[in-house]
């Protein structure tokens, strides 16, 4: 698969550097078995107006490789607390910062209390005329991620000198999750950006198809936040608004819809969504070559809003086939695949 890199420059300016961490000892030896050619697809399904869904029959989901036929996962469960590393955008420019809706630090803060786990971490990015990092994968703790997220709000860095918003978008939107997307790719755990945005990307030289290449190399999911006018005024859609739409629900993500006063339940809701997601897993068909391919989603007999991460197929790694802790793949349990793929940027 096609890798990018960002185009354009982005100006970093480090707020808050994470604390260093000192080795533990006495750990106690442990074989690790890995399975060749594993693929895991995190898969959000929601109900009618999207709402969350009881738990679904896991015998029941389907999967299409590249337009192929159906298959049954060979394994399904729910996303729990694997670890999420999560990147928070706040859109501080012109175009957005009336519409934010963050007056302050503490949803955010009480989102790091009440839902994430102490296995979880976070980045804190702000952007204007610069785009400042306040806090770089830190554990997520309340009080640490109140103190980024008030130093994202109040700097006048991320402003260029200024109180406010000058500038428009002097560092484009796409540009932004180019250098976030990278940043993300270099940590474990399940890769999430939740972007406070209107989505709006200005004058980038980035593509939407090549942000969506390098989203998907990442394996992460986008999430936007944004202020709820446009739910009711569908017609004032604009095409930049569309596209930002687009990019959430092909990463398996969406666009939450919500004011400052019902911030805090919907912030709540994003980490339970992102708990509540399926991981399908299954082996690597035989013949699908290393790089971007389509995947369908279904459920059979429901009708949900079914959208699954984007699937990357990585290149076999012939260290790591030759381990002798490695658990090769039974090649009667290779699914089907098909003969439609989404074109080699």
Same mark, same amino acid.
């Given at each position: 698969?096609?890798?990018?890199?960002?185009?354009?420059?982005?100006?970093?300016?480090?707020?808050?550097?994470?604390?260093?961490?000192?080795?533990?000892?006495?750990?106690?030896? #442990?074989?690790?078995?890995?399975?060749?050619?594993?693929?895991?697809?995190?898969?959000?399904?929601?109900?009618?107006?999207?709402?969350?869904?009881?738990?679904?029959?896991?015998?029941?989901?389907?999967?299409?490789?590249? =337009?192929?036929?159906?298959?049954? !996962?060979? /394994?399904?469960?729910?996303?729990?607390?694997?670890?999420?590393?999560?990147?928070?955008?706040?859109?501080?420019?012109? &175009? &957005?910062?009336?519409?934010?809706?963050?007056? =302050? @630090?503490?949803?955010?803060?009480?989102?790091?209390?009440?839902?994430?786990?102490?296995?979880?971490?976070?980045?804190? #990015?702000?952007?204007?005329?610069?785009?400042?990092?306040?806090?770089?994968?830190?554990?997520?703790d309340s009080n640490k991620i109140k103190e980024?997220?008030?130093?994202?709000?109040?700097?006048?860095?991320?402003?260029?000198?200024?109180?406010?918003? *000058?500038?428009?978008?002097?560092?484009?939107?796409?540009?932004?999750?180019?250098?976030?997307?990278?940043?993300?790719?270099?940590?474990?755990?399940?890769?999430?950006?939740?972007?406070?945005?209107?989505? #709006?990307?200005?004058? =980038?030289?980035?593509?939407?198809?090549?942000?969506?290449?390098?989203?998907?190399?990442?394996?992460? *999911?986008?999430?936007?936040?944004?202020? !709820?006018?446009?739910?009711?005024?569908?017609? @004032?859609?604009d095409d930049w608004e569309r596209a930002f739409?687009?990019?959430?629900?092909? @990463?398996?993500?969406?666009?939450?819809? *919500? *004011?400052?006063?019902?911030? !805090?339940q919907t912030l709540r809701r994003f980490v339970?969504?992102?708990?509540?997601? #399926?991981?399908?897993?299954?082996?690597?068909?035989?013949?699908?070559?290393?790089?971007? /391919?389509?995947?369908?989603?279904?459920?059979?007999?429901?009708?949900?809003?079914?959208?699954?991460?984007?699937?990357?197929? !990585?290149?076999?790694?012939?260290?790591?086939?030759?381990?002798?802790?490695?658990?090769?793949?039974?090649? @009667?349990?290779?699914?089907?695949?098909?003969? /439609?793929?989404?074109?080699?940027?």
């Open positions: 698969m096609r890798r990018f890199r960002a185009i354009l420059p982005v100006t970093m300016f480090l707020c808050m550097a994470a604390a260093g961490q000192s080795p533990q000892g006495g750990t106690v030896p #442990y074989t690790l078995h890995v399975y060749a050619d594993l693929v895991q697809v995190p898969t959000l399904v929601l109900g009618a107006s999207m709402k969350t869904l009881p738990q679904v029959d896991i015998q029941k989901f389907r999967v299409s490789l590249d =337009s192929g036929p159906r298959f049954q !996962p060979t /394994h399904v469960r729910l996303e729990g607390d694997d670890p999420i590393t999560l990147a928070i955008l706040l859109d501080l420019s012109d &175009n &957005n910062a009336s519409k934010l809706p963050l007056a =302050s @630090s503490q949803p955010l803060a009480a989102m790091a209390l009440g839902a994430l786990r102490p296995q979880d971490h976070v980045s804190i #990015y702000s952007l204007d005329c610069n785009m400042v990092r306040s806090a770089n994968n830190i554990p997520a980024a997220i008030d130093q994202a709000l109040q700097s006048t860095t991320v402003h260029r000198g200024k109180s406010r918003a *000058t500038c428009g978008n002097a560092v484009p939107l796409w540009n932004a999750f180019s250098f976030i997307v990278q940043r993300l790719a270099e940590q474990p755990g399940r890769r999430v950006i939740l972007a406070f945005t209107d989505g #709006y990307d200005g004058h =980038s030289n980035i593509s939407r198809d090549d942000i969506e290449s390098l989203i998907t190399d990442g394996g992460v *999911t986008v999430i936007g936040v944004s202020n !709820p006018i446009f739910d009711y005024f569908p017609e @004032s859609f739409s687009v990019l959430c629900q092909r @990463s398996g993500g969406l666009i939450l819809r *919500t *004011t400052d006063k019902e911030l !805090p339970d969504l992102l708990r509540g997601r #399926y991981i399908l897993e299954f082996p690597r068909p035989s013949v699908m070559t290393p790089g971007m /391919h389509s995947i369908a989603v279904t459920l059979e007999g429901t009708r949900a809003f079914i959208r699954p991460s984007s699937l990357t197929v !990585p290149i076999p790694d012939p260290a790591i086939l030759k381990d002798p802790t490695t658990i090769p793949s039974d090649p @009667s349990r290779k699914p089907p695949f098909g003969k /439609h793929a989404p074109p080699q940027q």
